[in-house]
């Protein structure tokens, strides 16, 4: 994922994904080509750098049967984001449990995953929230 051109211009770096892809984390160095016009990280970067992972930690663990795309997200600008930032994402077992549980009719679900972006220091730049779609493939689903 690090020479994914879009991450790869922003200064986008994933620095982990758990073998298992129950974790992952993302970090974004600033550089000239990632700073808006009053000196600080560009926001299309911040949410760049938030963007693909939940998505494509669902994929992983829920496995061939799913269909998983990118359904919404907004982002919440809380502080101004300098030198280098990092957002930890995170699917824990139950939540994938409960996803295939309620999926299992055939029916769409839209789970909701929050991360936050935080500096060295550990203060807060910015929220953001995804939605997800997660639902079984067509040839998956029961037969009414």
Known sequence: MNLWPPYLGAGICVRRIADDWSEAVGELRERLANRNFVGTHFGGSLFAMTDPFYALMLMHRLGERYLVWDQAAT??????????????????????????????????????FDVEVRNRAGELIARVRKTIYVRLKPRFRPHP
């Open 75 to 112: 982002i919440e600008f809380v502080a101004p984001g300098r030198g280098t930032v990092a957002a930890c994402f995170v699917v824990s077992d139950e939540t994938v449990e409960r996803i295939r549980a309620e999926a299992q009719s055939g029916a769409k679900v839209l789970p909701q």
